[in-house]
Each structure stands twice: as C-alpha cells, then as structure tokens.
C-alpha cells in the first residue's frame, strides 16, 4: 500500500471518529504505523514536499462547502507525519492549514495548531543573506594561485610510523 | 538581552538540509594561510543560533550587527533584520571576497541589537620562509 493511501486507511478514519479532543487525536496519530510508514517514506525521500502538496491539492478538489471533507482524518494525519520536515513548503502548508477557521476542515486545523506549536518549538528558523565585500574573480580569469590563501593547517606535528 | 546567543562561528561553507533542517558547517576558519599579499578570502560563512529566553519574544524584531575587522585595521559592518518566529534561528551572513592586505587578525564580531555577543578571531599568516628565504615579496 502506497504511503498516503495507508493516511487514508479505515484505521486512521475511526480514530478521527472516535476522539474527540485534537490534542488526544494528536498523540494517537502520531503512534500510528500508517504516519510512521508515512515519516519514513518521507525520510528515505520515497516521496518529498512537493508529492505531499500535490496529494493535499487532489484532497481538497473533493472539498464541498457544507459537507464533511471526506479525506479530514487523512489530512490530521498527514500534518502530523510531515511536521518535522525541514521544508519551507510544508512549514507553510501547516501554517496556512493552522490558520483556518472552516467548519468542515475544523479537526484538520486544531492538530496543524498543534504540529505547528510544536513545529516552532523544535525546528530552527534560517535567516540567511549574502554580502560582497570585495570582488571575487571569476574561475577563469581568476588571481594568481600565489595570491589565494590556503587552507590551513594542521601543524606539522604528525610523527612516521615505525613499522616493526 | 531578549535573545540568547548557543553560538557563534565562521566557517568556510555551511549547508541545511531541506529535509531534516539540519545545519551543518564545514571548515570552521581558525587560520589562514596567505602566500602573498594582497589576498583574497573567496567565501566566509558567519553563522550564529539565537534562542530565545521565553514565549513572549516570539514576534519580536532584532537586528545582528556583524562587524568584520581586517589585518589592515579596515572596518565593514553588515546588518541583518530578523523576526523571531521559531524558539531557535539561525542567522547566516555569507560573506564574499575578503581582502587581506597583510598579515594579523582578521575578526568577527557579532552585536544583537548593539550589544556585543560574541567574537572570533582568525590569525592570518604568511607562511614561513623555507630553508631561510623570505616569502616572495609582492
């Protein structure tokens, strides 16, 4: 079974029926082998970010207004395999999904609130920029290779090995 | 200070993984070795962690200042602008092309919102003369 069809095993849908609070629909989800088989597809980049996008983009295709979203239990269980993903992408996919306040995605956006409380608390954030202080000369027409500095530097403190 | 500094570091390179948000840094610049002078350093990577203290500061606005000082006693400062939005962030300044126009200490300094965080210093050097000729002059 495919990793996101197992998302949308019976198994992962009665838990969603059954309990009742997010952050206890959370815990069970996250012990769930369908969400580890999930995080180690993911891990062993089976699948990656963009796959995970896609299959939330053909879920919400199904979406009516009014309707309870069929695909909600696979969803709860998806934000909680991919929250620890390093991607921007899926950062942002759990943000948006946290911020939603629609009555038929209500359980999917209480657990994103949770993975991404979490998500915060354990992943770093990455600010990073790029500065030029002086021009840098291109490989081919590059400086002298006396005027590059050279790595460095181990002392010379190695001694030869004396073979018996 | 609102921020608290895990640690600050300059490498030569650094790479995050997309995967795992990992960070990993490669060669930490302790000493560099030039020929000849003037010199150029390619690429440096200043890298530090912030954490913050409690809750309360995620949202807020800081600024890193990055003060690079020469050999030469020269002076850049870089700023960066950050919002905290994670318990942890890391800033990352890459730094092309720094000149080195003669031996000393080339310095890192990094400020959080004008106050002095941390510091690291990496000697520049000439090589030593072999079999007692002076390096080449340039």
Redesign the interface.
């Known amino acids: 079974m495919l990793p996101f069809d197992q998302l949308e095993a019976d198994s992962v849908a009665q838990l969603a029926f059954t309990v009742a609070t997010p952050s206890a629909l959370y815990g069970l989800l996250a012990q769930h082998p369908s969400v580890a088989a999930f995080k180690t597809a993911l891990g062993t980049r089976t699948i990656d970010a963009d796959d995970v996008l896609q299959r939330v983009r053909v879920w919400l295709g199904d979406f009516v207004p009014r309707i309870r979203f069929r695909h909600e239990a696979a969803l709860c269980a998806l934000v909680v395999a991919v929250e620890s993903h390093g991607s921007k992408q899926i950062g942002e996919f759990i943000e948006e999904l946290a911020s939603l306040h629609v009555a038929e995605l209500s359980m999917a956006s209480r657990v994103a609130r949770i993975a991404n409380k979490r998500r915060k608390a354990t992943l770093s954030a990455n600010t990073a920029v790029i500065v030029k202080l002086g021009n840098v000369p291109s490989r081919t027409g590059g400086p002298r290779q006396d005027q590059v500095p050279s790595r460095v530097l181990i002392p010379n403190s190695f001694t030869s090995a004396r073979v018996a | 200070m609102a921020l608290r500094l895990e640690y600050f570091v300059v490498a030569?390179g650094v790479a995050?993984?997309?995967?795992?948000?990992?960070?990993s840094l490669f060669?930490v610049l302790?000493?560099?070795?030039?020929?000849?002078f003037?010199?150029?350093?390619?690429?440096a990577v200043a890298h530090g962690?912030w954490v913050i203290q409690n809750d309360l500061d995620?949202g807020t606005e800081h600024q890193v200042l990055l003060i690079?000082r020469l050999p030469d006693r020269a002076e850049?400062r870089?700023t960066?602008n950050?919002t905290?939005?994670?318990?942890?962030?890391?800033?990352?300044?890459?730094?092309?092309?720094?000149?080195?126009s003669t031996e000393g200490t080339l310095e890192f300094e990094v400020l959080l919102d004008g106050q002095h965080a941390a510091r690291h210093l990496v000697d520049?050097e000439r090589?030593p003369a072999i079999d007692g000729q002076a390096p080449?002059a340039?």
């Not at chain 2, 995050?16 to 960070?23: H, S």
């Open positions: 030569e995050v993984d997309q995967l795992t948000n990992q960070v060669n302790e000493e560099i070795k030039a020929p000849a003037p010199a150029l350093v390619h690429k962690l995620i690079i850049h870089l960066t950050f905290v939005t994670h318990r942890r962030h890391r800033v990352t300044q890459l730094i092309e092309g720094i000149p080195l520049v090589p080449t340039t």
